[in-house]
């Protein structure tokens, strides 16, 4: 692939990736669901959850259990990019409050992307707490 059509397809990418935290810090599920495959696995500290449904659930768990929650990406790499699939990986941390706390946490990320009907979504999603 050329650098130029790389680049293009990174500055897409993140721009999903962007809207994907901007959605999740909404905290509401339909503003988040159009970034999910319908076959999507999400691997997260609780377990894992298979298809969109299980997906959706641990997702909205987390919107339950923690409240006024900021959820940021950084040190953003796209370590593979194509036309129709892409993988990254990132640094994420949290704040806000559970149980009447406030708390804060960090991890790493890693997920994968499908083209899909011209729109990128996640078919996986692995995040790791920092211990």
């Known amino acids: ?25 909404t905290h509401d599920i ?6 999910i495959a319908k076959d999507a696995t999400y ?8 298809g969109l449904d299980q997906a959706r659930a641990a997702i909205e768990a987390t919107f339950r259990a923690i409240q006024d929650e900021k959820y ?3 040190e953003l790499t796209w370590v593979l990019v194509q036309e129709d699939a892409a993988v990254c990986r990132y640094r994420f ?9 406030q708390q804060s946490g960090k991890g790493r ?13 996640i078919v996986h999603e692995q995040l790791t707490a920092d211990s």
């Open 1 to 25: 692939m050329e650098m130029r059509n790389r680049q293009r397809l990174v500055n897409e990418l993140t721009d999903v990736m962007r809207g994907y935290e901007a959605a999740n810090n």
């Open 30 to 35: 339909e503003r988040v669901l159009p970034y």
């Open 43 to 50: 691997w997260f500290s609780d377990g894992s959850h298979e």
């Open 72 to 74: 940021v990406v950084d």
């Open 93 to 101: 941390s949290w704040t806000g409050i559970v149980e009447g706390q």
């Open 109 to 121: 990320g890693t997920n994968v992307f499908i083209r899909t009907h011209e729109a990128w979504q």
